[in-house]
T-cell receptor, first 113, second 114 residues
Framework: AQSVTQLGSHVSVSEGALVLLRCNYS??????LFWYVQYPNQGLQLLLK??????LVKGINGFEAEFKKSETSFHLTKPSAHMSDAAEYFC???????????FGAGTILRVKS | AAGVIQSPRHLIKEKRETATLKCYPI?????VYWYQQGPGQDPQFLIS???????DKGSIPDRFSAQQFSDYHSELNMSSLELGDSALYFC?????????????FGPGTRLTVT
């Protein structure tokens, strides 16, 4: 079975500061990993994905994540937070194409001015 | 670009009633997924279809059923509704044939059971 743990249900950063959202996964097979963002009362938007190619993945809106197999981690970062980044972020894992996503509990990012 | 369409966007039902949620995947996408997101919770997988055949099943109650039609749209049917069924229901679609591994989510249907 696969699972995802997101450390910190709430993260608060100042505008312009580094954003770091933590995600650790558990998978018995090589995982496919994703970060989604959800704004209030909206659907889930894919930020980036890891599918066994480059370990450093760049996504939309300046976000990137690094797959570290030895640490079973896939942390999301952004060098400089913007007010518009305030949202809830979900890390998810899948064991293959066409297979279900298993989500973490989510991290709510707050950006202070 | 076309996105996943879900209807209705909001639905209010009473206990023991029936609800039908519809999902129209992105054109050419061959796989549809349904997820349920309770208040303050992460999305939970319910069921998926590939080329109109059920491909996987998650923690979907027996009171729920779903199918994918010949035009690839999907419907989630929910009977004997309970207060605990109040949630945001997402449909997602993907194109397995191209192995993009991406699931594109619709805006969701917010179901409120009173």
């Amino acid at each position: 079975a696969q699972s995802v743990t997101q450390l910190g249900s709430h993260v608060s950063v100042s505008e312009g500061a580094l954003v770091l959202l933590r995600c650790n996964y558990s998978s018995s097979v090589p995982p496919y990993l994703f970060w989604y963002v959800q704004y209030p009362n909206q659907g889930l938007q894919l930020l980036l994905k890891y599918t066994s190619a480059a370990t450093l993945v760049k996504g939309i809106n300046g976000f990137e994540a690094e797959f570290k197999k030895s640490e079973t981690s896939f942390h999301l970062t952004k060098p400089s937070a913007h007010m518009s980044d305030a949202a809830e972020y979900f890390c998810a894992v899948s064991d293959g194409e066409g297979n279900k996503l298993v989500f973490g509990a989510g991290t709510i990012l707050r950006v202070k001015s | 670009a076309a996105g996943v369409i879900q209807s209705p966007r909001h639905l209010i039902k009473e206990k023991r009633e029936t609800a039908t949620l519809k999902c129209y995947p992105i054109p050419r996408h061959d796989t549809v997924y349904w997820y349920q997101q309770g208040p303050g919770q992460d999305p939970q997988f319910l069921i998926s279809f590939y080329e109109k055949m059920q491909s996987d099943k998650g923690s979907i109650p027996d009171r729920f059923s779903a199918q994918q039609f010949s035009d690839y749209h999907s419907e989630l049917n929910m009977s004997s509704l309970e207060l605990g069924d109040s949630a945001l229901y997402f449909c997602a679609s993907s194109l397995q044939r191209e192995e993009s591994y991406e699931q594109y989510f619709g805006p969701g249907t917010r179901l409120t059971v009173t």
